[in-house]
């Protein structure tokens, strides 16, 4: 079965520069999560997009940026990089349904990438 | 806000049951998940529950109590491959994720 798909899986940039992340969700999947997780941390949440349009916002610095676009694959911008910036960025897409039916399948699992490892120095 | 807390780091011996416990506070709720993340990999789904009650996988079982706030991850037979850390993830009501800290999980011979 298909599974997320994020590139590059290694990234190395200097401080300043800028970087671009991308990643290609499941086919049919209508969600993109994004996550930074530093090392020895837990993945911290982002940004995510439902339908092409942001749904949600977490802790993404204002030198982030991200879209979705209309074949659904999302990418990650992030300009004036930092040594703090260097992390794991993991994307994640899942199918949203509108109802909930008790005790039915887990259909909003997440299903996560391989990860970005960004190495900034 | 959301508080998780899981314990973070565990030992157990090969062939042994462990139980990783998570008590949660969510605004809003819509389910929690469990995921096993090995160092430097993605994390990977384990278990879902959205009611009550013990949910079994093979050797992996989860539990939840929404009254409680209360979660466990329970694994049996363990085996060296198990050694990773296991993050206790509930989910709002907008499908957005709060994963817990993450319990590392040792399994020695």
């Known amino acids: 079965a298909a599974g997320v798909i994020q590139s590059p899986r290694h990234l190395i940039k200097e401080k300043r520069e800028t970087a671009t992340l991308k990643c290609y969700p499941i086919?049919?999947?209508?969600?993109v999560y994004w996550y930074q997780q530093g090392p020895g941390q837990d993945p911290q949440f982002l940004i995510s997009?439902?339908?092409?349009?942001?749904?949600d916002k977490g802790s993404i610095p204002d030198r982030f940026s991200a879209q979705q676009f209309s074949d659904y694959h999302s990418e990650l911008n992030m300009s004036s990089l930092e040594l703090g910036d260097s992390a794991l960025y993991f994307c994640?897409?899942?199918?949203?349904?509108?109802?909930?039916?008790?005790?039915?399948?887990?259909?909003?699992?997440?299903?996560f990438g391989p990860g970005t490892r960004l190495t900034v120095l | 806000g959301q508080n998780i807390d899981q314990p973070t780091e565990m030992t157990a011996t090969e062939g042994a049951i462990v139980q990783i416990n998570c008590t949660y506070q969510t605004s809003g709720f819509n389910g929690l998940f469990w995921y096993q993340q090995h160092a430097g990999e993605a994390p990977t789904f384990l278990s879902y529950?959205?009611?009550?009650g013990l949910e079994e996988k093979g050797r992996f079982s989860s539990f939840l109590s929404r009254s409680k706030g209360y979660s466990y991850l329970l694994l049996k037979e363990l085996q060296m491959k198990d050694s990773a850390s296991y993050l206790c993830?509930?989910?709002?009501?907008?499908?957005?994720?709060?994963f817990g800290s993450g319990t590392k999980l040792n399994v020695k011979p």
């Open positions: 086919p049919r999947h209508d969600t």
């Open positions: 994640a897409s899942s199918l949203r349904t509108s109802g909930r039916v008790l005790g039915g399948p887990n259909y909003n699992e997440q299903f």
């Open positions: 997009f439902y339908e092409k349009m942001q749904s």
């Open positions: 529950n959205v009611l009550d």
């Open positions: 993830a509930p989910q709002d009501n907008f499908n957005k994720f709060y």
